[in-house]
């Protein structure tokens, strides 16, 4: 498991392009600000609160949704440097 805690300026973002992450499963909570959160089939708003779990391998990308800064905490399972798959 590798758990990220991100501190993302206004205006960060995972690029334009969806991407697939070699994982299983990655989940991102948003502590606090907004996070824009960009899959192949549309696009979800996540708020202060609120929890994504999504497949790594699916093609994905996401943005700051607030104007101001975004915390989140992102885990990834397993972990990308793990070498397990």
């Known amino acids: 498991m590798q758990v990220l805690r991100l501190?993302?300026?206004r205006g960060a973002s995972g690029g334009?392009?969806?991407y697939p992450i070699n994982c299983d499963v990655e989940t991102v909570r948003v502590l606090s600000g907004?996070?824009?959160v960009r899959l192949v089939g549309g696009t979800?708003?996540?708020?202060?609160?609120?929890?994504?779990?999504?497949?790594?391998r699916e093609p994905h990308?996401?943005?700051?949704?607030?104007h101001t800064g975004t915390e989140i905490m992102?885990?990834?399972v397993p972990a990308t440097w793990s070498g397990s798959l």
């Open 16 to 18: 334009d392009e969806p």
């Open 74 to 76: 992102w885990t990834i």
């Open 44 to 56: 979800v708003e996540l708020a202060t609160g609120d929890t994504m779990t999504l497949a790594g």
């Open 34 to 36: 907004a996070l824009r």
């Open 7 to 9: 501190f993302l300026d």
């Open 61 to 66: 990308s996401w943005e700051n949704g607030a």
